[in-house]
């Protein structure tokens, strides 16, 4: 798995390429828990480059996702590939985790005067 | 990784003797590639390929548990419509008819991933079946054709 970070104006864009399983989610975890901790609570997960996740992807999202929201900001979900998409659904995640066509359209999600 | 074959006619056949996190990606691929090569279509290859996953996952993670590796066998073979996947380890007993059942309703701060695993398995999958036979616990996945 490969994660690469970009820091947008007010946005944080950890873009992530590979699968998500039982051995990489740690790597995915710790990522995030590294820029919630940095103070980086407005969090888009650029999931162009997934191409597979089991429930252990699941953990991750819905870890960040507490953490972020209790700290004032929101984890979205970008550009998700149809598989992993089945797996969000079957689930019940779409409903609690907002998810956009591309990077762009979640990172314009996040308004501009959020503190 | 060791110990591709084919024991039978159309089974195909891979044990690993001592499965650790680092072998599923490796336990996915054969999956995939032995699905394909018993004829199942990409559908049932891909759902089989997620529960194989999560049921190898829970071994290596609760039945064997951290630093005592053990044996998983896992046996493709081609099913009515679609395939079969038995996997086999020596780890405590689990019966998946005991996991608890996650709640997908509740609100996002009462929400907790306990139980996505199996759930997903039961969601893609036609029949979960479980066996302990002398000291072997024995998981069935089948799934056919959409």
Known sequence: MKITIDQRAHVTVVAVAGS???????????????????????????????????????RVLLATLKEARQRGGDLRLAAVQERVLRVLDLSGFTSILKCYPDVGAAVASFPSHHA | MSGASA????????????????????????????????????????????????????????????????????????????????????????????????DLTAPWDAREAGGLGWHLVRQVVDELRYERRSGVNLITLVKRAP
């Open chain 1, 20 to 58: 998500i399983d039982a051995l990489t989610a740690d790597t995915l975890v710790h990522a995030m828990g590294e820029q919630m901790h940095a103070g980086n609570t407005r969090l888009v997960a650029a999931f162009e480059g997934v191409e597979y996740t089991s429930s252990a992807g699941l």
């Open chain 2, 7 to 102: 024991p039978g006619a159309g089974v195909v056949r891979r044990s690993v003797p001592r499965a650790r996190l680092t072998d599923l990606a490796a336990l996915r691929a054969f999956v995939a590639a032995a699905c394909a090569e018993v004829g199942a279509p990409p559908a049932v290859g891909e759902a089989l390929v997620l529960a194989a996953d999560e049921v190898c996952s829970n071994i290596v993670l609760h039945g064997y548990g951290a630093g005592e590796p053990g044996p998983i066998t896992i046996e493709v073979d081609r099913a009515a419509d679609g395939a079969c996947v038995t996997i086999a380890d020596e780890g405590r007993a689990f019966d998946p008819a005991d996991a608890r059942a996650p």
